[in-house]
């Protein structure tokens, strides 16, 4: 008599967008996903956020697009990625308030629309330590949850991360703040904005480069709102400088003075903006490994990276796809060396092409670190815009990269 088949139960650590786009993508009608999440859910918050053509296309794969449809997503056409033959990359680069994309998630890894079990959410559970070869969490109330597989998706502060690769692995300064910033684009009719330079309500994403700052700056919520991204040197920023903090009140005067010599129309768009938060960017180095027994970590906790590509939420959905992919080949009844297999399967597909796009967004924005463990990429602009954005899944990546090396990983 054979063994009876049971339901494979996947635990994922953080309701996030590197949680949530996981827990869709592993929808399966012999599967129970259970989401911790820590906060309670009640605002997810952020200014714009970029899901790249490597990205996209997953999602449309997923057959998710409905539930993004309705927060207004924007197709960004000024940046629209083509190859160097002319080739559009498969699909456009579409931006998202960070809100609206979270929601969506959400609806999408909970509904009843889409094919599987939908996914159960728990909130206000923090995760307070894991034994991974056991395949069990410990929340801060010393609840103990079990699971098949237990997903590590709790962010560059991640918990599970220093149980995986047993030694604290922390986030590093990268000598860069961030100044975010969402304005109501009818806050900007009056402004003196050259129309050939900037029209807020047009699906354009615009820079303003110089020196050792520059702005991105774009619209979101179908050309309702402005989202800008102002980077400065840590130097010039009051009040971030702490190692128990990275997230300070910003101050409009010090993003005025830090932007003197820019155009007035665009010290204008600072004025407009309802607040002005600052972020210290931190990003953190290649990990050793990002599975061990029955526990793999994917998005921030495996690969946290700075913006300078646009990638951070884009790897996320890489991730999520590639563990799709891989425990797809899992027999019915799993042994925990299954399990490890393919866990192991999804990290040797991921981890250079992560980390290589993680090291070129630092290069991007100063100087290799010493603990880069060697100089600048080897990959210029072109050659990395067709390596991020020519993608179409972990098992067709893998293939193509078989005998390969790539520089700079």
């Avoid at 999408?108 to 991974?132: F, M, N, Q, W, Y």
């Avoid at 040197?233 to 009040?239: A, K, L, N, R, V």
Wanted: glycine share 10%; charged share 20%.
């Amino acid at each position: 008599m054979g063994s009876i088949s049971k339901d494979l139960e996947i635990v994922i650590v953080g309701g996030g967008i590197a949680g949530l786009a996981t827990a869709i993508a592993l929808r399966a009608p012999d599967r129970i996903i259970t989401v911790l999440e820590r906060s309670h859910m009640l605002k997810e918050t952020g200014a714009l956020i970029s899901l790249q053509p490597n990205a996209s296309k997953l999602v449309s794969s997923w057959g998710i697009d409905p539930f993004l449809a309705d927060y207004g997503p924007m197709a960004d056409k000024a940046l629209r990625v083509l190859s160097q033959d002319g080739q559009l990359y498969g699909a456009d680069r579409m931006l998202y308030h960070r809100q609206d994309l979270h929601t969506a998630l959400r609806n999408a890894a909970t509904s009843t629309e889409l094919a599987g079990r939908p996914a159960g959410i728990r909130v206000g559970c923090a995760v307070k330590s894991c034994d991974a070869e056991g395949g069990v969490v410990t929340l801060s109330s010393g609840e103990t949850v079990k699971a098949d597989i237990i997903i590590g998706a709790d962010g560059i502060h991640s918990v599970l991360r220093t149980d995986v690769v047993s030694r604290p692995w922390p986030a590093l300064p990268t000598g860069i703040s961030a100044y975010r910033m969402l304005v109501p684009v009818e806050l900007l009719s009056d402004i003196a904005v050259p129309n050939e330079v900037l029209d807020p309500a047009s699906p354009v994403t615009t820079m303003v480069v110089g020196a050792d700052r520059r702005v991105i700056m774009g619209p979101g919520r179908n050309g309702n709102v402005f989202g800008i991204v102002a980077l400065v040197p840590d130097s010039t920023c009051e009040g971030i400088q702490r190692d128990d903090s990275w997230v300070a009140e910003g101050s409009l005067d010090s993003l005025l003075e830090v932007y003197q010599g820019f155009p007035e129309w665009l010290l204008e768009i600072f004025k407009k903006a309802p607040d002005h938060a600052l972020w210290q960017l931190r990003d953190i180095d290649p990990l050793s490994t990002w599975t061990r027994g029955r526990v793999i970590l994917i998005g921030d906790a495996a690969h946290a990276m700075l913006p300078t590509q646009g990638q951070g939420a884009s790897q996320s959905f890489e991730d999520a796809e590639a563990l799709r992919a891989y425990l797809a080949e899992l027999p019915s009844t799993p042994s925990s060396e299954d399990i490890q297999g393919a866990l192991k399967q999804v990290f040797d597909a991921r981890y250079e092409r992560a980390s290589l796009i993680q090291k070129y967004s630092r290069d991007q924005a100063k100087p290799p670190k010493a603990t880069d463990g060697g100089g600048a990429t080897a990959l210029n602009p072109a050659e990395f815009m067709d390596y991020n954005c020519n993608y179409n899944g972990a098992k067709a990546w893998v293939a193509s990269r078989q005998g390969q090396s790539v520089g700079g990983a």
